[in-house]
Each structure stands twice: as C-alpha cells, then as structure tokens.
Nanobody, 115 residues
Framework: VQLQASGGGLVRPGGSLRLSCAAS????????MGWYRQAPGKQRDLVAV???????TYADSVKGRFTVSRVNAKNTVYLQMNSLEPEDTAVYYC??????????WGQGTLVTVSS
C-alpha cells in the first residue's frame, strides 16, 4: 500500500487548510485511515482517524476545529483544518492501518501556522 499526501503549506493563525491522502493497493488488515503529526522535538501523535465504517477519533486539541472524512470508493482521506493555531505547526503524516496501530505511512506534508 502506498499513500500520497498533499495540501500542506503556510497559513496565518485562524486560517484553514485541507489535506488529502490517496491510497493505492490494498491490505485486508486496514480498517482506518487518517492523520498523525509530529512537531520538532516531539513524538508523532494521532490527529484524526476515520474507520471504514465512519467512526472517528480526534485528538482533544483539534476537536471542533478539524474534520476528517473519506471517500471509500477512491481510497482517499481528507483533513479539513480550520481555526489553525501556531501549535498546529508540524509535519502531518497520512496513515493506514487501525486507529492506534498504523501499518503504512505517507511521506509527510509540512503545515506551518505563522503570521
């Protein structure tokens, strides 16, 4: 399985960005896709994940601001990020696997929130 992410960039505080991730290939062990992020000097943490059935898991810090969605027919997952804060600055990694056990990672896309 290969994951191709896009959509990162520089945005001002309060702004919005949308990340996309398309998966190619298949693995019957995958039941979730989503996003983790890693800020400089910190570990990689879950941001938002959505299962095949539509169940979602969000980090507390992004609830109400970020929305994860997917189009199963396209094997594509999206992350709509609103009201971005400087603390959201990180490399965002697309993942596929189970919610807390990613099996595959995308290449990472940098999101920088700065004025």
């Amino acid at each position: 399985v290969q994951l191709q992410a896009s959509g990162g960039g520089l945005v001002r505080p309060g702004g919005s960005l949308r990340l996309s991730c398309a998966a190619s290939g298949s693995d019957f062990r995958i039941n979730a896709m989503g996003w983790y992020r890693q800020a400089p000097g910190k570990q990689r943490d879950l941001v938002a994940v959505i299962t095949v059935g539509g169940g979602t898991t969000y980090a507390d810090s992004v609830k109400g601001r970020f929305t994860v969605s997917r189009v199963n027919a396209k094997n594509t997952v999206y992350l709509q990020m609103n009201s971005l804060e400087p603390e959201d600055t990180a490399v965002y990694y697309c993942m596929a696997g189970t919610t807390w056990n990613p099996r595959y990672w995308g290449q990472g896309t940098l999101v920088t929130v700065s004025s």
